[in-house]
């Protein structure tokens, strides 16, 4: 069974930058994966942020930004601001109509 | 304003069968793949279900055979027929649009949720 990775935590100062990372427990993730990520705050829906490893949504501040690193997917915010202190989901296409989540990561600003 | 606004949640015991919808306003669910997504107490996301425009249907193994995605174009509603319930399932159920490959696959729109609670 396929499980995809995160941090589950990871702090940064304002104004700092933070890089969160998507991996594969086997293999590597690359564009054919189209990872895409989440921002998620207590009680909400999640937001889209990022799609097709580097697309922004619509709306989306340029200080949100993705890529592949190495072997896996990966979500930097640079500048961070108190309001990015979120939970953080990537997803990645598995074929065949499947998705699958992260655990999550679980950001805090200080 | 487009809006996905699910209901439907409910407390249900073990073992029985619940139905969640998932009204849509101002895009159209048979042109769109719609798909259900999860999240149990304090837990994370938990992708559940897919149907594409052309009626293909996808499921994640943990409901395989007892959960059942469809739609009704004359309402514009998403629905995810569950049966055989279990603890497990207890979960806040979004509905969420969502692109394919051509797109680049991923989820555009959410709904708020829908709270379902599986206990005896």
């Known amino acids: 069974q396929t499980v995809v990775t995160q941090e589950p935590s990871f702090s940064v100062s304002p104004g700092g930058t933070v890089t969160l990372t998507c991996g594969l427990s086997s293999g590597s993730v690359s564009t054919s994966y189209y990872p895409s990520w989440y921002q998620q705050t207590p009680g909400q829906a999640p937001r889209t942020l990022i799609y097709?490893?580097?697309t922004r949504s619509s709306g989306v501040p340029d200080r949100f930004s993705g890529s592949i690193l190495g072997n896996k997917a990966a979500l930097t915010i640079t500048g961070a601001q108190a309001d990015d202190e979120s939970d953080y989901y990537c997803?990645?296409?598995?074929?065949?109509?499947?998705?699958?989540f992260g655990g999550g990561t679980k950001l805090t600003v200080l | 304003e487009v809006q996905l606004v699910e209901s439907g949640g409910d407390l249900v015991q073990p073992g029985g069968s619940l139905r969640l919808s998932c009204a849509v306003s101002r895009f159209t669910v048979s042109s769109n793949y719609m798909s259900w997504v999860r999240q149990a107490p304090g837990k994370g996301l938990e992708w559940v279900s897919v149907?594409?425009?052309?009626?293909?249907?996808y499921y994640a193994d943990s409901v395989k055979g007892r959960f059942t995605i469809s739609r009704d174009n004359s309402k514009n509603t998403l629905y995810l027929q569950m049966n055989s319930l279990r603890v497990e399932d207890t979960a806040v159920y979004y509905c969420?649009?969502?692109?394919?490959?051509?797109?680049?696959?991923?989820?555009?729109?959410w709904g708020r949720g829908t709270l379902v609670t599986v206990s005896s």
């Open positions: 997803v990645l296409y598995m074929g065949s109509g499947i998705s699958v």
């Open positions: 097709n490893t580097n």
């Open positions: 149907i594409y425009s052309g009626g293909n249907t």
């Open positions: 969420a649009r969502n692109w394919g490959v051509i797109s680049g696959w991923y989820f555009d729109l």
